[in-house]
């Protein structure tokens, strides 16, 4: 299907009629990706220069920001998943392992807005190149970070670290990447690949915490501010929080 033809789709409610093979030899577009997410009421970013008229989004970290994406709405769709997962590939077998795909032996992802994605892309690797691969999942340690991997990763084992969405280098994904390194406690680890790699990349940083760089299928400018900093609050916007009351229909009327 073409670009124009996907995003009519979709704006007329058909995102479940959509297929990965609907992106096929071609990669999907960031109309597109807006497009489906915002069929979930998931994306939105702020339009123009910052004026008193639009408000801008107060984040739960107390930052200020002129974007917001919930990728957990779209990704609840096993059907949706495959698709995204389908463009995940595209990437790493054109732009990350252009030569020849190596053998991958697990996908790592965090609890838990990546995990159908990661399940989705280590299903179709596996499918694709017949490995076997395991899905490796990050599970969250009491303070909510993902830290624990049961039953440690076989050291013999190469794998990717995904992410759904990256918002910082010292987040989730580095989190990720962090917890696979330490997954066989005193023994050796397994190798990781790089770069790290995430469907949607909302972020200025580039590298992990520890300097891994990050690969994206998607990547958005939205920046996060302090309320000093702020330049949305300077021109007068008002920031509220995205998912308080009716202020979604706010942001993106
Ligand atoms: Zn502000």
């Known amino acids: 299907m073409k670009e124009l033809a996907v995003v009519e789709t979709v704006k007329n409610g058909g995102v479940f009629a959509l297929n990965p093979s609907d992106f096929e030899g071609r990669r999907m577009t960031i109309n ?10 998931a994306f939105w970013q702020y339009q123009g220069d910052p004026c008193a008229q639009k408000p801008h989004a107060l984040l739960k970290s107390g930052k200020h920001s002129n974007g ?32 020849a795909m190596p053998k ?3 996908v790592a992802c965090s609890a838990y807005s990546a995990l159908n994605l990661g399940y989705s ?5 596996g499918e694709k190149y017949n490995i076997p691969v395991r899905h490796v ?13 049961r039953g440690g990763i076989d050291a ?6 995904i992410n759904e969405l990256m918002t910082t280098g010292g987040g989730s994904t580095w989190e990720t990447r962090d917890a696979v390194l330490k997954s066989n406690s005193q023994n050796s680890p397994p190798y990781v690949m790089t770069p790290a790699f995430v469907l949607i ?5 580039w590298l992990l915490s520890d300097q891994t760089k990050v690969e994206a299928v998607f990547h958005f400018d939205i920046k996060n501010f302090t309320l000093e900093e702020c330049p949305y609050c300077k021109a007068g916007s008002e920031a509220i929080k995205p998912k308080v ?3 979604w229909k706010k942001l993106t009327a």
């Open 137 to 149: 999942i990050v599970e969250k340690d009491d303070k909510g970070n993902p830290t624990i991997i």
């Open 68 to 99: 917001f994406i919930m990728t957990k709405s779209a990704l609840e769709y096993p059907k949706l998943c495959m698709i995204f997962a389908h463009e995940m590939l595209k990437v790493i077998e054109k732009r990350i392992f252009p030569d």
């Open 245 to 247: 009351g009716d202020n």
């Open 156 to 161: 013999q084992l190469q794998g990717l670290i």
């Open 121 to 125: 892309l280590a299903l179709i690797i």
């Open 32 to 41: 597109e990706v807006v497009a489906i997410l915002s069929a979930f009421d």
């Open 201 to 205: 990349h909302r972020s200025a940083d």
């Open 104 to 106: 991958i032996g697990f």
